[in-house]
T-cell receptor, first 113, second 110 residues
Framework: EAQVTQNPRYLITVTGKKLTVTCSQN?????MSWYRQDPGLGLRQIYYSMNVEVTDKGDVPEGYKVSRKEKRNFPLILESPSPNQTSLYFCASSLARANSPLHFGNGTRLTVT | GENVEQHPSTLSVQEGDSAVIKCTYSDSASNYFPWYKQELGKGPQLIIDIRSNVGEKKDQRIAVTLNKTAKHFSLHITETQPEDSAVYFCAALGSYIPTFGRGTSLIVHP
């Protein structure tokens, strides 16, 4: 089944404790991206990647890192999480060509205390 | 860059009524306009899309219209059902990086 898989689904952590949210897709998509969703603000892009070893900042990249060592994986890294990073996070992928719809994972709800 | 505005933010209808969600965009180079539905606890899923060379597209109870001159596009849901209750997002793309609207929470009352 074609899908985007994120782990974990839920995560509670404390300020400053490094964490990684994993994302994997099995559709051979070139383009992958991370979004955060907050009430009233919709989906805001954190980082995106157009292919292996190519990453770029989205609208809200501060406090986040990503890597794209393999085509299928695109982990999101929070080196020193803070409470304002409490949010619902989505990974998405698509073909890197015009008119390609995004495929989303089911989300990771992160709480930083 | 592109800017997409979506209205209303919340829409409450009775089962069987129609629902309309509207989006405007700013970049005339945008040529692909998908709509996503997000159910509780899940990621957004594509429900319908339209390309700039088409003015309207239908899929059963769902339709999307596009007015390129006015730079706006709309989602129409007829004969709404409780399972249509969800958050709906519009998006506009000129390449393959979308700009999203802020979402509309649709509530369908039985």
């Amino acid at each position: 089944e074609a899908q985007v898989t994120q782990n974990p689904r839920y995560l509670i952590t404390v300020t400053g404790k490094k964490l990684t949210v994993t994302c994997s897709q099995n559709m051979n998509h070139e383009y992958m991206s991370w979004y955060r969703q907050d009430p009233g603000l919709g989906l805001r892009q954190i980082y995106y990647s157009m292919n292996v070893e190519v990453t770029d900042k989205g609208d809200v990249p501060e406090g986040y890192k990503v890597s794209r060592k393999e085509k299928r994986n695109f982990p999101l890294i929070l080196e020193s999480p803070s409470p304002n990073q409490t949010s619902l996070y989505f990974c998405a992928s698509s073909l890197a060509r015009a008119n390609s719809p995004l495929h989303f994972g089911n989300g990771t709800r992160l709480t930083v205390t | 860059g592109e800017n997409v505005e979506q209205h209303p933010s919340t829409l409450s209808v009775q089962e069987g009524d129609s629902a309309v969600i509207k989006c405007t965009y700013s970049d005339s180079a945008s040529n692909y306009f998908p709509w996503y539905k997000q159910e509780l606890g899940k990621g957004p899923q594509l429900i319908i899309d339209i390309r700039s060379n088409v003015g309207e597209k239908k899929d059963q109870r769902i339709a999307v219209t596009l007015n390129k001159t006015a730079k706006h596009f709309s989602l129409h849901i007829t004969e709404t059902q409780p399972e249509d209750s969800a958050v709906y997002f519009c998006a506009a793309l000129g390449s393959y990086i979308p700009t999203f609207g802020r979402g509309t929470s649709l509530i369908v009352h039985p």
